[in-house]
């Protein structure tokens, strides 16, 4: 069966610093892979999403970079943080027809 | 550009009723998927029921059902017998077909009351 996993859980950066998260995939190949982010009380945002190794789309202009350097790991990335980077961070993965399943999200809290 | 819309940022229902949840989208496409997924208070992202849009039934999971109206893009969720363990944000989410991303709408919050 094909599972996600997500980490770390929680993160607590001070403005500036940079910021890896990570995900992978198990039981699949060639997965499509997203990161949303969730603000406090509010939808998903979809941040990036890859077709496949080395192949990142960007759909929002920020400070966070995406990198898939194995088929079925996708990384989130900031080189230095803004308060406005705080948020609820989701990476999921889905493949022809199916639905897609998330992870089970990164809290980030920057201050 | 796809948007999604759900019309009701809260919802509440007694435990063991009933209640429906509102979605519509805005869409050129024929070949799509609509979904229902739900947040509880861990924010794990749950599959409740999925539609695809050239299906005319409606979609069926145990006390879950999609009241599915392509003409007028609505894409409506009932919650029969309401339990306390329903009480979650609702998001409402649309793709097309191929590898493209899922396109949310803002949720809906639903309290069940005991």
């Known amino acids: 069966s094909q599972t996600i996993h997500q980490w770390p859980a929680t993160l607590v950066q001070p403005v500036g610093s940079p910021l890896s998260l990570e995900c992978t995939v198990e039981?699949?190949?060639?997965?499509?892979l997203y990161w949303y982010r969730q603000a406090a009380g509010r939808g998903l945002q979809l941040l990036f999403y890859s077709v496949g190794i080395g192949q990142i789309s960007s759909e929002v202009p920020q400070n966070l970079s995406a990198s898939r350097p194995q088929d079925r790991q996708f990384i989130l990335s900031s080189k230095k943080l803004l308060l406005s980077d705080s948020g609820f961070y989701l990476c999921?993965?889905?493949?022809?027809?199916?639905?897609?399943?998330f992870g089970s999200g990164t809290r980030l809290t920057v201050v | 550009a796809q948007t999604v819309t759900q019309s009701q940022p809260e919802m509440s229902v007694q435990e063991a009723e009933t209640v429906t949840l509102s979605c519509t989208y805005d869409?050129?496409?024929?070949?799509?998927?609509l979904f229902w997924y739900k947040q509880p208070p861990s924010r794990q992202m749950i599959l409740v029921i999925r539609?695809?849009?050239?299906?005319?039934q409606n979609a069926t999971e145990n006390r879950f059902s999609v009241n599915f109206q392509k003409a007028a893009k609505s894409f409506s969720l009932k919650i029969s017998d309401s339990q306390l363990g329903d009480a979650a944000m609702y998001f409402c989410?649309?793709?097309?077909?191929?590898?493209?991303?899922?396109?949310f709408g803002k949720g809906t919050r639903l309290s069940v009351i005991a």
């Open positions: 539609q695809e849009a050239y299906k005319q």
């Open positions: 039981g699949t190949s060639n997965p499509n």
């Open positions: 869409t050129s496409e024929s070949d799509y998927y």
């Open positions: 989410a649309y793709r097309f077909s191929g590898n493209t991303p899922l396109v």
């Open positions: 999921a993965w889905g493949k022809g027809r199916a639905y897609y399943t």
